[in-house]
């Protein structure tokens, strides 16, 4: 038993045409009337680079189970308009099992998040995972995750009344057939505001 140590490096450039989420209209109507918006309420366009790196690292203690980190760092550079460039660190460490034809995996997970240089929201999470694969080309899965996710405080003391914990439960159910594989999926989110 060997482990193995993954890794890539990307980048890519692009244009969005509304890189802070907002709307297009100069106006909007509201149960009080018309609103006008100023120009940095409206949608703005900008070109970007995106830079990321990462890596995967599994160690195997038996043909049966394993222990892995994963890391992941992903930069988002707008050209014009530096208050919406994003930054992202994420990783990830747990243990996995094998018996017979079903896997069972449970991790921790943290990230960070920083807007414009500054840390912005840093979150959290449990997650465990089962996934079986019967006879005749059929796979089932269950994933469940925790996680808490918290805003930093410091540019703005009330951020923290954005906390929220959620929590993320999905299902699926697969079927190869020849080159096909279908697939469905079912999930189920809910998040209370701390």
């Excluded at 747990?94 to 997970?109: D, F, H, M, P």
């Excluded at 500054?118 to 269950?142: H, K, V």
């Excluded at 923290?160 to 020849?178: A, E, P, T």
Aim: glycine share 10%; charged share 20%; no cysteine.
């Amino acid at each position: 038993m060997n482990s193995t140590l993954t890794w890539y490096v990307n980048s890519n450039i692009g244009s969005d045409s509304n890189i802070n989420s907002a709307t297009e209209l100069g106006i909007i109507s509201t149960p009080i009337g018309d609103v006008e918006l100023s120009a940095s309420g409206q949608s703005i366009d900008d070109e970007f680079m995106d830079l990321g790196a990462g890596f995967n690292f599994n160690y195997p203690f038996d043909k049966n189970s394993s222990a892995f980190v994963r890391g992941n760092f992903n930069q988002h550079n707008n050209f014009s308009t530096s208050a919406f460039d994003l930054d992202v660190l994420a990783g990830e460490a747990g243990y996995a099992v094998i018996r017979e034809n079903v896997r069972l995996a449970l991790s921790g997970r943290a990230q960070r998040v920083d807007l414009d240089d500054q840390e912005f929201q840093s979150s959290t999470s449990l997650l465990g995972t089962w996934q079986r694969n019967a006879g005749d080309g059929w796979s089932q899965g269950i994933t469940a995750a925790y996680t808490a996710v918290r805003y930093d405080t410091s540019t703005n003391p009330d951020n923290n009344l954005r906390d929220v914990n959620q929590i993320l439960l999905s299902g699926n159910l697969g079927k190869s057939s020849g080159r096909f594989l279908h697939n469905v999926s079912v999930y189920f989110g809910d998040e209370n505001a701390q």
